[in-house]
């Protein structure tokens, strides 16, 4: 079994802002942006696979903007260095996902003694139900 493929992905496609981080820090966290927002533009990074762009794009994930951009924002930690290692961890595990091709899904049929039973049961059902109800007229 051949080992999983890495992407590199250049510094300079990435956009990162450093803005001010809620949580633990007391006075420090009104003063130091230690948060990180990290910007990566799937839909045109030309470092990214075809086939590995429209998997991450499919992907049904809140971080992805309607143009195509993953916004991971990282405020963990205290230091500003940790939550960008934070982010870029975060980011590697996303294209990483973004690797893995899924199994197609073979089509099966139901048995036919699955469906007997199916509706050996439902006609079960349906006769104690019918029990349960009185009769006035007999």
Do not use: C, Y
Not at 62 to 78: M, P
Not at 122 to 129: A, Y
């Amino acid at each position: 079994m051949t080992s999983p493929v890495s992407i590199a992905i250049p510094e300079a496609e990435l956009v990162e802002r450093f803005v001010r981080s809620a949580g633990p820090g007391g006075q420090n966290v009104n003063k130091v942006a230690t948060a990180v927002e990290l910007r990566f533009d799937i839909a045109n990074s030309p470092s990214l696979p075809d086939d590995v762009r429209e998997r991450l794009l499919a992907r049904r994930d809140r971080r992805v903007t309607g143009e195509g951009v993953l916004v991971i924002s990282a405020q963990r930690f205290r230091t500003q260095e940790r939550n960008r290692e934070d982010a870029r961890e975060r980011l590697q595990a996303f294209v990483d996902a973004g690797l893995h091709v899924p199994k197609k899904r073979v089509a099966t049929k139901p048995t036919r003694a699955s469906k007997e039973r199916r509706l050996g049961a439902k006609r079960e059902r349906g006769t104690i139900k019918k029990a349960r109800t009185v009769r006035d007229w007999d």
